[in-house]
């Protein structure tokens, strides 16, 4: 799945869940259940979630989402095996992003 955010230092709730195409409860269930995400809150206890924060929850979209894997079964998949599920992660990432300029100059020829 291609997650298109614009570059910023923050973003809100919301726009993460739309870009990822969830509700923000299941954001929020992810933030308790996961370690690895940790947004800042504002004085009102508004989440901002950084660049670092989107990562994480695209190899947690990844996990969950895509390959099925159980909270339990992410949780410990990337627990053991971070480093090795993140450069699968970024290279599947890529491919898709790759794939992805090929159909739009497809589409223009």
């Known amino acids: ?3 298109e955010l614009p570059e910023k230092r923050y973003y809100g709730i919301g726009e ?3 870009a990822f195409g969830v509700n923000t409860s299941l954001i929020r269930f992810w933030e308790k259940e996961f370690d690895a995400l ?3 809150k504002n004085a009102k206890g508004n ?3 950084t660049p670092q924060d989107i990562n994480n929850l ?3 979209y990844h996990l969950v989402k895509e390959r ?3 909270l339990e079964g992410a ?3 990337l627990k053991e095996n971070r ?6 992660f970024e290279i599947i990432d890529k491919l898709e992003r790759i794939k992805a300029e090929l159909v739009k100059i497809k589409e223009q020829l």
């Not at 480093?83 to 699968?88: H, I, M, N, R």
Request: no cysteine; hydrophobic share 35%.
């Open 1 to 3: 799945m291609q997650i």
């Open 16 to 18: 993460v869940a739309k």
């Open 38 to 40: 940790k947004p800042k």
């Open 47 to 49: 989440r901002k979630f």
């Open 58 to 60: 695209k190899l947690i």
């Open 68 to 70: 099925g894997f159980t």
């Open 75 to 77: 949780k410990i998949h």
């Open 83 to 88: 480093q090795k599920t993140l450069d699968k």
